[in-house]
């Protein structure tokens, strides 16, 4: 899977002079389900898990020697009561440690928090200053003339310029720059690392972000985490974009985007969400089909002819339906008249009215407009709900009977199909072996050549149309 990251931004990150030995994680198959399970829609809790969730039995990555040694001669940060030296590690902190440019970055579009403190009360910032620190005073304690070759000295070097990216990039996410450690019998803050590597640059950094002493009144807007270098307000917090093709796809197949839902018309965008802080994902409604869908009944279908006659517009009708179809208490008395239609009247079918009452969810085909794991997931569950009904033996009807009224198929339509020609009331399974599908829209079916003909000049205004379903 290829990481979500822009592409360019990429190359340009793996072609710096300080990667050119690096081995990212970014690549490692680990990194692959957690972009999974970030970027599946239908698991928003293990989304947010992975987002909070803790690293276990991490190994110390590229300073574990040196924290050996800070262990035995007692100048290691000390981490909280039951806790080890790497507790409660983040993956943004496994980045800091392994010195991984590139998986920080991926983190940071992830919408990872930067400001989560580990078992020493590190944040990710403090630490990796802390390294930057530790590689500095070691690089600048080495003898001019006890053998130590060029090649050390600059791997030296190009492991600082790495950690440095690290910080600077957290930096310009809005780290806290104003946290603070116990270090070496001291409470130090980023300034005082920054000063200890006489990096003034990197200090100058910090001031402007407004670590204190605070030379101005605030910090600098936020860079955009997604990397493009546009500040935040101007990106993702200013308007909608579009979801990268070479990301994940959130309908949970683990397919690039562009592989995925993109090719049937799904659009996905991302825009900032102010409340969890972060970039989120979430999929445009396809337009509205303009009348009255296909699937209405006839009463329906009426309505929408008389409101023409009476000079009202069918598509203005339609949107204010939609548009009250998410008002809550809309929502509340629609589910209220379900049920009781369910257990008062034999509108439906019996096994239908079951398995409704069952789920709760009234199934309604989908066409290509919805992902095909969550109808999956959907078809499951109600076919479930009408094989419980079978099993109950109330009905005395043949169970492919009951099956053909009530249970759906892939996209949340008749598993049993039906013609759709006029006057035909053949059904798959019961009369008539499997249907003809027309070739162009796949979600039309009939009994045969006859009747497909027939009903061509009906079926031709909407096949192929967007937001067809079947």
């Given at each position: 899977m290829a990481p979500h990251l822009p592409l360019e931004f990429l190359e340009k990150l793996l072609a710096e002079?300080?990667?050119?030995?690096?081995?990212?994680?970014?690549?490692?198959?680990?990194?692959d389900t957690f972009r999974a399970n970030l970027a599946d829609q239908n698991k928003s809790a293990m989304r947010d898990l992975n987002l909070v969730g803790r690293v276990?039995?991490?190994d110390g990555g590229s300073f574990a020697v040196l924290d050996e040694g800070r262990t035995a001669d007692g100048t290691a940060l000390a981490p909280g009561p039951g806790e080890g030296l790497y507790?409660?590690?983040?993956?943004?902190?496994?980045?800091?440690?392994?010195?991984?440019?590139?998986?920080?970055?991926?983190?940071?579009?992830?919408?990872?928090?930067v400001d989560?403190?580990?078992?020493?009360?590190?944040?990710?910032?403090?630490?990796?200053?802390?390294?930057?620190?530790?590689?500095?005073?070691?690089?600048?304690?080495?003898?001019?003339?006890r053998?130590?070759?060029?090649?050390?000295?600059?791997?030296?070097?190009l492991a600082q310029k790495s950690m440095r990216y690290i910080i600077v990039l957290l930096i310009e996410q809005h780290a806290n720059v104003n946290a603070t450690v116990k270090w070496q019998g001291h409470v130090v803050s980023s300034l005082h690392f920054a000063c200890a590597v006489e990096d003034w640059d990197l200090v100058a950094l910090l001031l402007k972000y407004g670590a204190q002493p605070r030379p101005t009144p605030a910090r600098p807007p936020r860079l955009c985490p997604c990397l493009s270098g546009q500040h935040l307000s101007d990106c993702h917090a200013g308007k909608e974009l579009p979801y990268s093709d070479h990301f994940i796809c959130s309908c949970g197949s683990t397919k690039e985007y562009g592989k995925c839902c993109k090719m049937r018309g799904i659009s996905l965008v991302e825009g900032w969400d102010e409340e969890r802080a972060t970039i989120v994902c979430r999929r445009l409604t396809p337009p509205l089909v303009p009348g009255v869908p296909t699937f209405a009944s006839p009463e329906?279908?009426?309505?929408?002819?008389?409101?023409?006659?009476?000079g009202g517009g069918v598509d203005e009708v339609m949107n204010f339906a939609l548009e009250k179809a998410w008002d809550p208490a809309v929502h509340a008395l629609t589910r209220e008249a379900f049920e009781v239609a369910c257990r008062e009247t034999t509108?439906?079918?019996?096994a239908f009215n079951f398995a409704y009452l069952e789920t709760k969810f009234l199934p309604t085909p989908k066409g290509r407009n919805y992902n095909k794991q969550w109808c999956d997931r959907l078809r499951t569950v109600w076919n479930t709900a009408v094989d419980k009904y079978i099993a109950t033996n109330v009905d005395s009807r043949p169970r492919l009977e009951i099956e053909v009224a009530a249970k759906v198929g892939d996209s949340l339509g008749a598993m049993y199909r039906a013609c759709e020609a006029e006057g035909c009331d053949k059904?798959?399974?019961?009369?008539?072996?499997?249907?003809l599908t027309c070739s162009r829209c796949q979600m039309a079916f009939y009994c045969g050549p006859a009747c497909q003909k027939s009903h061509w000049r009906t079926h031709k205004k909407v096949c192929g149309s967007v937001g067809q379903t079947e």
């Open positions: 002079p300080f990667m050119r030995e690096s081995k990212s994680r970014i690549f490692s198959p680990m990194l276990v039995d991490f507790s409660r590690y983040t993956l943004m902190h496994v980045a800091v440690d392994n010195i991984d440019p590139p998986l920080a970055c991926e983190l940071v579009r992830h919408g990872f928090p989560t403190p580990n078992g020493r009360g590190e944040t990710p910032l403090m630490l990796a200053l802390d390294r930057l620190w530790a590689m500095y005073n070691q690089h600048k304690s080495l003898p001019n003339n053998g130590f070759s060029k090649e050390y000295e600059e791997e030296s070097e329906a279908h009426a309505l929408a002819e008389r409101f023409k006659q009476l509108v439906a079918d019996p059904v798959e399974g019961l009369n008539i072996g499997k249907v």
